[in-house]
C-alpha cells in the first residue's frame, strides 16, 4: 500500500528560528510534493521532487530516494510562515497524476 | 490569470438534500480531482478525470457523483446517500505538461444541518 507519514504533526516555533518537516514515504512514490495550506483552506503547491534538492526564497526541500524520505526546511521563520504544510507523493500504481497525501504538519511561529 | 476557482466557499445543507460543488479551471489541464479532508486526516481523493466525459472512482466515492462534460469543469454532487458529508472539499488539477504539479481550488466547506 502506498502511504506517506509525516512528522512532526505539530510544530510551535519562534520568530527566527530554522525549522525542519519531515516526510517518508513507501515504494509506489514516484515524486514528492511539498504543499502549503493557510487557515483559510487553499493550498498552494511550494515544490515538486524526484531527486536532490531545490530552493525558493527561505524554503528549502529535500529528498533522499534511498531512504525514501523527503524534508522541507524554513530558514529565518517568520509569523506570516504559519500554516500546514502537507507532503503528497504521486503514486505510480494509478493515474500519475494522483497524489497520496500525509497529514500535514501544523506550524506556529511565535513573534 | 489562470487558476482554479471553486465556489461556494461555504455551504450548508439539510440533511437529505443532494447538494452540488462547482469547480472550474483556465488551466487547459487534462487532469481533475476532488478530495475530501477531515479534521486530523490527509486529504481523501472521491473521483478523478483525466479527459472530458470519463472519471474514476477514488477511495471514498460512495455517496458522491461526478460529471465532466467540458474540460474546465468538474462538479461534484454530494448526495443524501453519504453518511458524513459535512467536510472541506478540495478541487485540484494537473498535467503532464506542467510536470504533474497539482493546483488546488480554494475550498468549499460543507456543513450539513
Known amino acids: 500500500k502506498n502511504e506517506v507519514e509525516q512528522s512532526p504533526q505539530n510544530l510551535t516555533a519562534q520568530e527566527g528560528e530554522f525549522i525542519t518537516i519531515n516526510c517518508s514515504y513507501s515504494?509506489?512514490?514516484?515524486?514528492l510534493h511539498w504543499l502549503q495550506q493557510h487557515p483559510g483552506g487553499g493550498i498552494v503547491s511550494l515544490f515538486m521532487l524526484s531527486s536532490g534538492k531545490k530552493k525558493h526564497g527561505r524554503l528549502i526541500a529535500t529528498i533522499n530516494i534511498q531512504e525514501k524520505h523527503s524534508s522541507l526546511h524554513i530558514t529565518a521563520s517568520h509569523p506570516r510562515d504559519s500554516a500546514v504544510y502537507i507532503c503528497?507523493?504521486?503514486?505510480?500504481?494509478?493515474?500519475?497524476?494522483?497524489?497520496?497525501f500525509g497529514k500535514g504538519t501544523k506550524l506556529s511561529v511565535k513573534p | 490569470d489562470g487558476g482554479i476557482t471553486q465556489s461556494p466557499k461555504y455551504l450548508f445543507r439539510k440533511e437529505g438534500q443532494n447538494v452540488t460543488l462547482s469547480c472550474e479551471q483556465n488551466?487547459?489541464?487534462?487532469?481533475m480531482y476532488w478530495y475530501r479532508q477531515d479534521p486530523g486526516q490527509g486529504l481523501r481523493l472521491i473521483y478523478y478525470?483525466?479527459?472530458?466525459?470519463?472519471?474514476q472512482k477514488g477511495d471514498i466515492a460512495e455517496g458522491y457523483s461526478v460529471s465532466r462534460e467540458k474540460k474546465e469543469s468538474f462538479p461534484l454532487t454530494v448526495t443524501s446517500a453519504q453518511k458524513n458529508p459535512t467536510a472541506f472539499y478540495l478541487c485540484?488539477?494537473?498535467?503532464?505538461?506542467?510536470?504533474?504539479?497539482?493546483?488546488f481550488g480554494q475550498g468549499t466547506r460543507l456543513t450539513v444541518v
Open positions: 503528497a507523493g504521486n503514486n505510480l500504481g494509478g493515474s500519475q497524476g494522483n497524489l497520496i
Open positions: 478525470s483525466q479527459i472530458v466525459n470519463d472519471f
Open positions: 488551466l487547459n489541464h487534462d487532469a
Open positions: 515504494v509506489g512514490i514516484s515524486a
Open positions: 485540484a488539477s494537473t498535467t503532464l505538461v506542467s510536470g504533474w504539479i497539482a493546483f
